[in-house]
């Protein structure tokens, strides 16, 4: 193993318009280590390894390849040079195979046979201690196993130099753990590793050194050995001490706000539970048991056939067809990029999706008014950059996350869905968060759907587990020997 950097960035900078992403950075990327890639949401660290990837160029500064200045002006030129991205957002064709995936793009021209394909893929996912079948649909596989699909395409280019932007936010702690050691043997190979990730305990696990980004500049590089805790990391990424813990008190619930009753839709298999004004109830579960088909019910986006949904005292047909913008529902859905907003669109008209109804007179609508109550909220939430003029795709996924959040929540609703609420934000924006659904229990009932058992530990009064459809139990957060049975649960052992 070398220590050697394999890759330098010297006084990189990179601005949009007036939004300054990165400032004279200066970073060694080293063969044989794993790097962690540190910061708030906006702190820039995904723009600094996109310029790595060539998918935008610094606008100043130099990135040297082995000790020569390299010009990585395209993703061609990069893959070239045998450095590979694994974004947070998949970029697979569905209707193809595993093979076929991996296999597009390819700009060797040598002819190579199906079954010589299949044979090169399932060797390189043993060697890197990944199952996948290279004949299967990427359309049938979780979410873990398509990650995995996006590591073989580089491993299949030979790629060394491997960046993995916040790739455990979507996985189950078992598929977080498999990554890992797929990371592991990676480094045992001498391959160059960037870990992009918000999740301190997972960074204190797998990093051999450490760098902290604020508001675009470095303000830290260490030795993972040399740091204490990952409170200390906290500390460093935030300025102050963040515990990631929230103080629930109960409060009593009191009227119903939604009744689900014999629900049988798309696989679901005779869901029944209430939620009450001031409590919330959390649902945790590997991804694809159920939850998906729940939600979409829940909020109106699929048809109701086999069983009863209540809304505020509504049937849901009833509720759907004619009911308020405010103080109903409000629905902060997982796909913050696909459905809960615009990518086209500036944050203003992002924030008037769901609450135009609340600014307009007649058929005008008065935009002064909104995009005066909309920076309010951006400085509020802390959105960055705090532009209401930018397009929602110039955030970082936190700070669209919090745009999501801080809309939604202006809406006063008594009903809150929260699909994985916090899912890529950063520790203290994750704190802001479970304290604002705390807060919210007081006028709202709230259905919470995540895969992080702590978050639903923290915040819930009563957590329900799912497997295969079916609602395995459903129990207060305070029954300690139901909470210690939750991974059973979730396997389908009890």
């Not at 797929?182 to 045992?188: D, I, L, P």
């Amino acid at each position: 193993m070398s220590d050697a950097p394999v890759i330098r960035l010297e006084q990189i900078s990179k601005s949009f318009g007036e939004v300054r992403a990165n400032h004279n950075i200066s970073l060694d990327i080293a063969e044989g280590r794993i790097l962690a890639l540190l910061g708030e949401n906006g702190a820039g660290k995904s723009t600094l390894m996109s310029l790595l990837a060539g998918q935008s160029q610094p606008d100043s500064g130099t990135i040297y390849f082995h000790g020569t200045p390299a010009d990585f002006s395209s993703t061609e030129k990069a893959i070239e040079a045998g450095i590979g991205m694994v974004y947070q957002h998949f970029k697979l064709v569905e209707a193809m195979s595993v093979a076929e995936n991996i296999c597009l793009g390819r700009s060797d021209k040598t002819w190579l046979s199906r079954k010589g394909l299949q044979r090169t893929v399932s060797e390189i996912a043993n060697q890197y201690s990944m199952q996948v079948d290279p004949d299967r649909l990427v359309a049938d596989l979780s979410m873990g196993e398509k990650q995995q699909v996006e590591i073989l395409k580089l491993l299949f280019r030979q790629s060394n130099i491997l960046i993995f932007d916040e790739p455990t936010a979507v996985l189950t702690p078992h598929e977080a753990n498999n990554l890992f050691e797929t990371m592991r043997q990676m480094k045992k190979d001498n391959k160059a590793i960037v870990f992009i990730s918000h999740k301190l305990e997972e960074v204190m696990a797998i990093a051999d050194d450490i760098a902290i980004l604020k508001r675009g500049e470095i303000v830290g590089v260490m030795e993972a050995a040399h740091v204490s805790s990952s409170r200390e990391l906290a500390e460093m990424m935030v300025g102050r001490e963040v515990l990631l813990q929230v103080d629930h008190q109960r409060m009593e619930p009191r009227q119903q706000v939604l009744r689900v009753a014999g629900l049988k839709e798309a696989g679901l298999k005779d869901i029944n539970f209430e939620i009450r004004q001031g409590e919330i109830v959390g649902l945790v579960g590997v991804a694809g048991n159920g939850q998906k088909p729940l939600v979409e019910s829940v909020v109106g986006l699929r048809k109701v056939d086999g069983g009863v949904i209540t809304l505020l005292g509504r049937d849901s047909r009833e509720f759907f067809s004619s009911h308020s913008w405010d103080k109903a529902l409000s629905y902060i859905p997982e796909d913050r990029q696909g459905l809960a907003t615009c990518q086209g669109l500036d944050l203003l008209d992002n924030f008037l999706l769901t609450t135009r109804q609340g600014f307009q007179t007649g058929p005008w609508l008065p935009k002064n008014e909104a995009r005066q109550k909309l920076q309010y909220l951006i400085e509020e939430f802390d959105i960055r950059p705090p532009d209401a003029r930018l397009m929602a795709w110039q955030l970082s996924g936190g700070n669209l996350q919090k745009m999501v959040l801080s809309r939604e929540f202006y809406r006063k609703p008594r009903l809150i869905v929260a699909e994985q609420p916090t899912q890529g934000l950063d520790i203290a924006a994750a704190e802001d968060v479970w304290n604002l659904l705390l807060k919210a229990r007081e006028q709202a009932g709230i259905l919470l759907i995540t895969g992080d058992l702590s978050e639903a530990l923290e915040l819930s009064d009563r957590i329900g587990v799912m497997y295969d459809g079916r609602l395995v139990n459903l129990f207060s957060r305070t029954n300690e020997e139901m909470i210690e049975a939750i991974p059973q649960m979730m396997a389908g052992l009890i």
